[in-house]
């Protein structure tokens, strides 16, 4: 019976493909999960699927492993960013690992006003990512983006991208229209914004409504924590213009 483990690798995979595994992963295939060469696991490169490989090594150093046969294809999210502002460590980290759950195509933390995080370890934040992947059954690992000004990512704004917003002062906005289409919710290539716990600073909110390619939206009659409204608004434009329709 092929083995549950599935691993992020950073070589290309495919059929006969031989790929070296780092003293890290070696030691969770050994020391961990109790695997040993002639056992299988899953193996993806985040562009090729996930492909069913064979141990060919594992050692103190390093391992070896040989792909076999693909057991799924490459399955890539909806061209959707997720922008938000750092708050406390493990609950960013939350918001990474759900983001790639949800099929969020790209991380960027931003820094505004009321952020009350002002650094963040890119290179901990994407391992959560690689993680969450892995766990979750995906092929694609999100990319996270260094932590940069709100003011920078607004100047900087790629030309064809929808801004979605998240504010808090229109708590009574209907999330859907009457007729049950997907209201106020642009489609891809778009990004949502999360804003830091306490919200937008007025002349932050102020820009956002001011700019042709942002839209604000409500996330219902509730104040939602950051992590929380991450979530909701990655579910909601998943079920109105992502591929969970």
């Known amino acids: 019976m092929d083995s549950k483990v599935r691993l992020h690798v950073g070589q290309p995979v495919g059929a006969g493909q031989s790929v070296d595994l780092p003293r890290e992963q070696a030691h969770y295939l050994g020391n961990v999960m109790r695997l040993a060469p002639s056992d299988t696991l899953t193996v993806f490169d985040g562009v090729d699927g996930a492909w069913r490989a064979r141990i ?7 391992g070896t492993v040989t792909c076999e046969e693909q057991v799924a294809p490459q399955r890539d999210p909806p061209d959707l960013w997720l922008c938000f502002a750092p708050i406390k460590k493990a609950r960013t980290d939350f918001i990474v690992e759900k983001a790639t759950e949800l099929g969020a195509a790209r991380i960027l933390p931003v820094s505004t006003r009321f952020t009350n995080s002002e650094r963040v370890r890119q290179d901990r934040l994407q391992a959560h ?3 969450a992947a892995e766990q979750c059954g995906g092929t694609f690992v999100p990319e996270v983006a260094a932590l940069v000004p709100l003011d920078r990512l607004l100047a900087d704004w790629p030309a064809g991208r929808a801004l979605i917003f998240c504010d808090e002062t229109l708590s009574d906005d209907p999330l ?10 642009p489609p891809a290539p778009a990004a949502i914004l999360i804003g830091p716990e306490g919200g937008f600073a007025p002349e932050e909110r102020a820009r956002l409504r001011a700019l042709p390619f942002a839209t604000p939206v409500a996330l219902g009659p509730r104040i939602l924590r950051a992590d929380t409204a991450a979530v909701a608004a990655l579910t909601l434009w998943q079920a109105a213009r992502g591929d969970w329709r």
């Open 176 to 185: 859907w229209s009457e007729s049950g289409e997907a209201g106020p919710w």
């Open 56 to 62: 060919e090594a594992l050692g103190k150093r390093g």
């Open 129 to 131: 990512a690689v993680e």
